[in-house]
């Protein structure tokens, strides 16, 4: 769960960002939107919300939610949609380290929230 001071922008956000990663939008209210995976639209697994004492949304210092992907081209849409949507670069997709065998990509959303896309494995 991230938070966000805007839901309606950091919906459209995380719309076009989970889409490459399997993940599609299955709830949305006043104060929160869910994310699933296409393949389960029961299993929520992401949820991006209002905060609930309603202040501002801020971004946990040495938090970052991270998912994982069977293959390359998810992580490197990933982080090339995040950035397309008003998110920042916080690190290009490429293994680590740099002779390693994990595939990341880092974005942060437009509240700061700091999100990864990895896979495991060559392809």
Not at 71 to 93: C, Y
Not at 113 to 121: D, F, P, S
């Amino acid at each position: 769960m991230v938070g966000a001071s805007d839901l309606q922008s950091s919906t459209a956000f995380y719309d076009a960002l989970l889409a490459p990663l399997g993940l599609e939008k299955v709830e949305l209210d006043a104060v929160y939107t869910a994310y699933a995976p296409k393949t389960a639209p029961g299993d929520v697994e992401f949820y991006v919300t209002t905060p609930f004492d309603q202040n501002a949304a801020t971004a946990g210092n040495g938090s970052m939610v991270a998912f994982k992907v069977d293959q390359r081209r998810s992580v490197d849409l990933f982080h090339q949609i995040g950035l397309e949507n008003q998110g920042q670069d916080e690190g290009a997709p490429g293994p680590r380290p740099a002779d390693g065998t994990v595939y990341y990509a880092y974005v942060r959303d437009p509240d700061g929230n700091k999100i990864c896309a990895y896979c495991e494995g060559l392809t």
